[in-house]
């Protein structure tokens, strides 16, 4: 699945954000690897700043696989970079 524009969402306050970064939230069924190459977010380059933190959250077989967070890196305003991911403990032992 390549990035879906439908799929990045802000999360609090972003209208208010001004110079500091924003906390945006990102479903995909792609694996945090591919989320991370380079060019991947270039359909939000004009959204996405330095330092933005997104949320990812990966699933597959309609349930959360992995969870993790990527940092905009860089960003040309063409090209978006983030950052490997730091990943997120999911587990559910019930």
């Known amino acids: 699945m390549a990035y879906s524009s439908t799929n990045l969402q ?13 906390i945006w939230s990102y479903t995909t069924t792609d694996a945090h690897g591919t989320v991370d190459t380079s ?3 270039n359909s939000a ?8 933190l997104i949320l990812v959250v990966v699933t597959s077989s309609g349930s959360v696989s992995t969870a993790g967070w990527h940092v905009v890196m860089t960003n040309t305003g063409s090209v978006v970079n983030v950052s490997d991911v730091t ?5 559910n032992t019930d």
Not at 45 to 52: E, Y
Not at 87 to 91: D, F, H, M, R, Y
């Open 10 to 22: 802000p999360i609090g306050g972003q209208s208010k954000a001004g110079n500091a970064p924003q």
């Open 39 to 41: 060019g991947y977010f």
């Open 45 to 52: 380059a004009s959204v996405l700043k330095v330092g933005d």
């Open 87 to 91: 990943a997120l403990t999911v587990t």
